[in-house]
């Protein structure tokens, strides 16, 4: 079955820094998606990626997934308390029927 | 209603009770997943249904995990005899389409669930 890794696990970052959050996968990714989920509450979708060196951006948020398409990365510029919540990236199984999803990034932003 | 909508938000539960979840999809939405988060974890596939056919149940953790949506709207988890490992919170997500994920799946606030 297919593993996803995030990395850092947590993070704490100065409002205004820049930080990246990392997603690896144990396979080949068909489909890689980005959520943010706050305390309580359910995920939001962020980005959805698909092809191998596609990057798409959000207002102060990008993310891009390599070549080989094994591993995503999400930019956050200039950070604000807003981006506070927890970063997941879901893999989809390519049968279309579930998301596996990584064990999330934890980020506070400090004002 | 606009969004996907779980009840009850929170449920206390002593252990050996039985409780039930409850997830209304977004209406005319044909897939219907319920995921389990624990706490500090990502989500964890429980089980897929398309309209009312539980097509995937491989993630229900043990035989006491039972899922139903008999009239492919609403849909239903049940959990027997409630055990402290059993507490996380249960997130459900429903999607027009079929056959992919995509971007058109959207989950709802989720229950969180403490066994006690």
């Known amino acids: 079955s297919q593993e996803l890794e995030q990395s850092p696990q947590s993070l704490i970052v100065q409002e205004g820094k820049n930080l990246t959050i990392n997603c690896t996968s144990s396979k080949t990714l068909y489909g890689l998606y980005w959520y943010k989920q706050k305390y309580g509450e359910g995920l939001i979708f962020l980005m959805m990626?698909?092809?191998?060196?596609e990057e798409k951006s959000h207002e102060k948020i990008t993310a891009k997934l390599d070549e080989k398409k094994q591993q995503s990365s999400l930019h956050i510029t200039a950070s604000q308390p807003s981006h506070a919540g927890i970063y997941l990236c879901?893999?989809?199984?390519?049968?279309?029927?579930?998301?596996?999803f990584g064990g999330g990034t934890r980020l506070m932003v400090k004002p | 209603g606009a969004g996907v909508s779980q009840s009850p938000r929170y449920k206390v539960a002593k252990r050996g009770q039985d409780v039930a979840l409850r997830c209304d999809p977004i209406?005319?939405?044909?897939?219907l997943f319920w995921y389990q988060q624990a706490l500090g974890q990502g989500p964890e596939f429980l089980t897929y249904?398309?309209?009312?056919?539980?097509?995937?149940k491989s993630g229900l953790p043990s035989d006491r995990f039972f899922a139903e949506r008999p009239e492919g709207s609403v849909s239903t988890l049940k959990i027997q005899r409630t055990q402290q490992e059993d507490s996380a919170v249960y997130l459900c997500?429903?999607?027009?389409?079929?056959?992919?994920?995509?971007?058109?799946?959207?989950f709802g606030q989720g229950t969180r669930l403490t066994v006690v």
């Open positions: 249904f398309q309209n009312e056919a539980q097509l995937d």
């Open positions: 209406s005319g939405h044909v897939s």
């Open positions: 990626l698909q092809k191998g060196g």
């Open positions: 879901g893999a989809d199984n390519n049968a279309g029927n579930m998301l596996t």
């Open positions: 997500a429903s999607s027009q389409l079929v056959a992919t994920w995509g971007t058109e799946a959207f």
